[in-house]
C-alpha cells in the first residue's frame, strides 16, 4: 500500500484528476481516496510509490508520502485546482 497526503487537494474535481493521473501510471492501480483527510492510498505491483508521486505531481498537485495512520490534516494551498474551492 502507497499513501500520500495531497494537502491541496480540495474538492471533488482534485480527487478525480489524482484518480486519472494515478490511472495513467498503472491501469490496473486500485484508488482510495479520503477528501476529509487528504489520504491517497494506492494498491500497486506495477508502478512504484516514485512513479505515483511523479504522476500526481505532473497533475498539479503536491503529495508528501505518508507513514502510518492518516494525521489530521494541514493547510494547503488555498484555491486547490480550479481557484474556486476553499
Known sequence: M???????????HCVSM????????????QVAIDLASKRVEISSSA?????????ILDA?????EA???AAP??????GGCCGGCR
Not at 502507497?2 to 471533488?12: A, L, P, Q
Not at 489524482?18 to 492501480?29: F, L, M, Q, S
Not at 498539479?60 to 508528501?64: A, F, M
Not at 490534516?73 to 488555498?78: E, F, Q, V, W
Open 47 to 55: 508502478a512504484d510509490a516514485d512513479e505515483f508521486k511523479a504522476a
Open 73 to 78: 490534516p494541514t493547510a494547503g494551498k488555498s
Open 60 to 64: 498539479g498537485y503536491t503529495p508528501v
Open 67 to 69: 507513514v502510518g495512520a
Open 2 to 12: 502507497i499513501s500520500f497526503e495531497v494537502n491541496d487537494m480540495t474538492c471533488g
Open 18 to 29: 489524482i484518480t486519472k493521473a494515478v490511472k495513467n501510471a498503472d491501469k490496473g492501480a
